[in-house]
T-cell receptor, first 115, second 111 residues
Framework: NAGVMQNPRHLVRRRGQEARLRCSPM?????VYWYRQLPEEGLKFMVY????????ESGMPKERFSAEFPKEGPSILRIQQVVRGDSAAYFC?????????????FGQGTRLTVV | EDKVVQSPLSLVVHEGDTVTLNCSYE??????LLWYKQEKKAPTFLFML????IEKKSGRLSSILDKKELFSILNITATQTGDSAIYLC???????????FGKGTKLSVIP
């Protein structure tokens, strides 16, 4: 049973480009969460999605950021017109229920660098 | 904003030492306190604590929660170089999917 798969592991984008981060949850998990880890900071919640639904996006910046979890395929975190401040590690977690408890697992993360 | 404060921010010990990592949190809508280990990759789950005074143990690691004083500790005995990592503490609130993390304690174990 593969764990939470994120790709790419590393992504370099120039300012103004778009970044697309992908997350495939663990088999049997229909709840996905995205967290961002800025340098020297703790992980911060961004968004919680179930299949085809955004449940809570209270941690997402109001502009340029969007997330989806389609019926088929991975969850996508999309950052438009990236700026240097978007450079961070983006982690995805998944769980079988809507709870970050013992059954929730994190992926390896995507490290985004904006140059 | 709910806060989780970890101390120390970094720690260097020798193999065989015992370490205690601290985590304090604010109480608003508290449900549980979680510990993770992060070694340059995915945070991996260690413990989840919901009740005061009940120690959770896994090998050389143990953790306990004090809901009256609003803190938790993570103990590692007989440390090994493989314990070198960032240890993250997080609390979940009423929305149990939304964890609030501390900045972590970076532990370095030297031979």
């Amino acid at each position: 049973n593969a764990g939470v798969m994120q790709n790419p592991r590393h992504l370099v984008r120039r300012r103004g480009q778009e970044a697309r981060l992908r997350c495939s949850p663990m088999k049997g998990h229909s709840h996905v969460y995205w967290y961002r880890q800025l340098p020297e900071e703790g992980l911060k919640f961004m968004v919680y999605l179930q299949k085809e639904n955004i449940i809570d996006e209270s941690g997402m910046p109001k502009e340029r950021f969007s997330a989806e979890f389609p019926k088929e395929g991975p969850s996508i975190l999309r950052i438009q017109q990236v700026v240097r401040g978007d450079s961070a590690a983006y982690f995805c977690a998944s769980s079988p229920t809507g709870s970050m408890n013992t059954e929730a697992f994190f992926g390896q993360g995507t490290r985004l660098t904006v140059v | 904003e709910d806060k989780v404060v970890q101390s120390p921010l970094s720690l260097v010990v020798h193999e065989g030492d015992t370490v205690t990592l601290n985590c304090s949190y604010e109480v608003t809508n508290f449900r549980s306190l979680l510990w993770y280990k992060q070694e340059k990759k995915a945070p991996t789950f260690l413990f989840m604590l919901t009740s005061s005074g009940i120690e959770k143990k896994s090998g050389r690691l143990s953790s306990i929660l004090d809901k009256k004083e609003l803190f938790s500790i993570l103990n590692i005995t007989a440390t090994q170089t493989g314990d070198s990592a960032i240890y993250l503490c997080a609390r979940s609130g009423a929305g149990s999917y939304q964890l609030t993390f501390g900045k972590g304690t970076k532990l370095s174990v030297i031979p």
